[in-house]
């Protein structure tokens, strides 16, 4: 008996087995500044039926968070994607006309940005179809398959997003961090309301908590004013986003009872009464139980996570990403994290500013099963939390690569022959075919293991000095610390890398994109505005000019083409050293102006005339310039019992068949949300 119930569970078993990397299609759909890959989720097949389940029910768990990041974003995003998606699917007129495909353009765009902004530029973006045909589109199917509010007319809904969805004078930026504006008037995300940002400053300061375990305040509430009274409207069951919270804490609680051991549920159980109670004293006790929890195989972040979409970078945005992991690569994380304190010694930064016992830092390789809310269709490709300092002081943080991610970028990118036109010559063609996935992963591993938990701030410093600057320079230092660890022999010594050749190819790549090829995802007379691209560019830039006396690194120009030459690696990496002291230091002391001034002078501004020239040359290349994800799709085997037996892995379903059976499925947040 079990052995045929074994023969016919292999059998199914190999029906649904995750495809090899040369028998997978990435690539699923381009559109604009976009393209749709789809990742493999390699050893899925090989979890435990326990596992298999866990990671069903995390997942579905996932999914219900996705309108609230719409909310989120933009008070207006929900009506306006339901109308569009109402259009898209019940309109009788001429499908092929070119109003309706730019309206088909345009909900895609906002699918993939979860609304009107870009997702990265944060701008909005505007409609290529004409707001009369819109008007007409709307009026023309029936009513009860919009999303009207409290009963109102077609009419007075288009009178309200109408406006939102075509004038370029109204919610322009999604999250403004201009200097010398009001943050919160200036921005369109939904996380303040009717407040000024003076206002929500005093609110803080009045309820700052400045006990020895703080809470993140703010971290999952909206600000309002209620007959003249500032106030917190706290996500939470029976609050704000209540609906979706509700169906989420219903899926974890599946989930615990397939947890695969008792700290595991103990998380779960957390995150379910943070849920339940919207209380920031339970959120800080289930991200220490999350970073205690390190020997499940199954792990999730799913919560108010990141703080980049909020003007004051108090509240969060919502987000999930269910993983699993990748045991193979992990023995390399290891490695690096079992030297931690080596690394930290060794670092080229002032002695009072390095941790005496680095502690907690864990380090996996993981393998994404599903991206959800802010991870998704645009995805990190590694994560390290949780972000309160005081707990990954005390206890440490948990730190990810998400290699199978990060597969799906290497393998999509071997067709866009971007290194042909950019590479300065074969030497470096070929450096980078040996070595530039194996130095990408670990300069990937390094930031977030060792950089992001390197350093210690000097006494009486406070975590939020460097303000509005404070991400670029975090980033920055982590970055620096990855590129100044890939070259050290000790990585060769533990076998981590091959060689002393092998770090060239990423200081390579890292030049090229951080002085020229990132670049092109700026618009014309536009300048640098996002964290990470502002990093990018302040240690490059950096570099070079440092370096410009000894011909370090030099532009040299062929048929018209500017490329990048690096002439003396080591000295390169002396240079990354010395930077890594300066921001350290600009950390450590809490040093805002001098943090400003590094930024502002190398981070900001773009060349313009270069950003141009790159701007053409990849639009020849059809290489669009920013890159999202499909899920795949699981779906669980039940017996006549209804046991679940099995859960299958599915990699068939395309872009828009994604996004219409989400918002069909997983939708339950009215249009708005107060
Ligand atoms: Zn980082």
């Known amino acids: 008996m079990a052995l045929l119930a074994m023969t016919a569970c292999n059998k199914k078993q190999e029906q649904q087995q995750t495809p090899a990397i040369e028998d997978f299609t990435y690539h699923v759909d381009q559109f604009y500044d976009l393209e749709i890959l789809r990742y493999r989720v390699p050893d899925f097949e ?101 999303p009207l509010w409290n009963g109102e007319s077609v009419d007075d809904m288009l009178a309200r997003i109408e406006p939102v969805m075509f004038r370029n004078d109204t919610l322009m930026k ?94 779960i159980l957390n995150l379910v009464s943070y849920y339940e109670s919207g209380d920031l004293h339970t959120f800080n006790d289930y991200c220490i139980a ?77 393998t994404a099963a599903i ?88 006494p009486g410093v406070a975590e939020d000095a460097l303000k509005e600057h404070a991400k670029t320079l975090e980033e920055g230092r982590a970055d620096l610390f990855g590129l100044y660890y890939c070259a050290d022999p000790k990585i060769v010594e533990l076998g981590i890398l091959p060689n002393m050749e092998a770090y060239k190819a990423q200081y390579y790549e890292y030049m090229l994109n951080g002085l020229m090829l990132q670049l092109r995802r700026i618009e014309p007379g536009k300048d640098l ?35 990048i030459v690096i002439n003396n690696y080591e000295r390169l990496r002396e240079l990354f050293g010395e930077l890594l002291g300066i921001v350290q230091d600009i ?5 805002y102006e001098a943090g400003k001034a590094l930024v502002e002078t190398y981070a900001v501004k773009v060349n313009e005339p270069l950003k141009l020239e790159i701007r053409e040359r990849y639009a020849k290349l059809n290489v669009a310039p920013y890159k999202g994800f499909v899920n795949p799709v699981y779906k669980p085997v039940f017996d006549k019992n209804g046991n679940i037996t099995d859960v299958t892995i599915d990699y068939t379903e395309g872009y828009v068949e994604q996004h219409l059976r989400y918002s069909h499925d997983y939708s339950v947040l009215p249009t708005y949300n107060e």
């Not at 999952?220 to 804490?249: F, M």
């Not at 509240?315 to 690096?336: D, M």
């Not at 990470?532 to 040299?556: C, L, S």
Request: proline fraction near 2%; hydrophobic fraction near 30%.
């Open 46 to 146: 090989q979890l435990s039926l326990q596992q298999k389940t866990l990671v069903y029910y995390l997942t579905e768990a996932a999914l219900r968070g996705r309108d609230i990041l719409y909310d989120q974003n933009c008070k207006h995003n929900l009506c306006i994607r339901r109308t569009l998606e109402a259009v898209y699917e019940n309109y009788q007129g001429d499908k092929n006309s070119e109003d309706f495909k730019n309206l088909e353009l345009y909900l895609k765009r906002v699918w993939f940005s979860n609304g009107i902004h870009h997702h990265y530029g944060e701008d909005k973006f505007l409609p290529e179809f004409s707001q009369d045909f819109f008007t007409e589109a709307v009026k023309s199917i029936d009513a009860d398959k919009l």
């Open 174 to 267: 999604k999250c403004n961090q201009a200097e010398g504006q009001d943050l919160i008037a200036t921005s369109a995300c939904n996380y303040y309301e009717g407040v000024t940002q003076a206002e929500v400053e005093a609110y803080y300061a009045a309820h700052k908590d400045t006990s020895e375990a703080p809470i993140s305040l703010g971290l999952n509430a909206k600000i309002i004013k209620r007959n003249g009274v500032v106030e917190e409207q706290v996500y939470k069951v029976g609050g704000l986003y209540g609906d979706a919270l509700s169906d989420i804490a219903d899926c974890l609680k599946k989930a615990a009872e397939y947890a695969e051991n008792e700290q595991q549920k103990e998380v």
């Open 290 to 366: 999350w970073v205690k929890d390190i020997n499940s195989r199954v792990d999730f972040v799913n919560g108010f996570t990141e703080t980049y979409g909020d003007p004051l970078g108090l509240t969060a945005s919502w987000e999930s990403i269910v993983n699993f992991k990748n045991l193979e690569a992990t023995e390399r994380t290891e490695k690096i994290a079992n030297n931690a304190q080596y690394f930290e010694d060794n670092s080229p930064v002032a002695p009072e500013y390095k941790k005496k016992e680095v502690k907690g830092v864990t380090a996996k390789v993981i």
């Open 371 to 458: 991206l959800a809310g802010d991870c998704y269709p645009s995805t990190p490709i590694g994560i390290n939390l949780p972000n309160a300092n005081w707990i990954r002081q005390q206890y440490g943080s948990k730190s990810v690569t998400i290699e199978n991610i990060t597969e799906a970028y290497d393998e999509a990118a071997k067709g866009y022959g971007t290194s042909k036109e950019f590479f300065w010559s074969e030497e470096e063609i070929e450096r980078s075919k040996l070595y530039g996935t194996m130095t990408d992963n670990l300069h990937t591993d390094l930031h977030e293991c060792l950089g992001h938990a390197s350093g210690q701030l000097l």
């Open 529 to 563: 505005e996002e964290a990470h691209m502002r990093n990018r560019q302040m240690i490059a830039q950096w570099v070079y000019e440092h370096g410009q006396a000894e011909n370090v690194v030099e532009f040299k120009e062929r048929d018209g083409k500017h490329f």
């Open 587 to 591: 950390k450590s002391r809490g040093d």
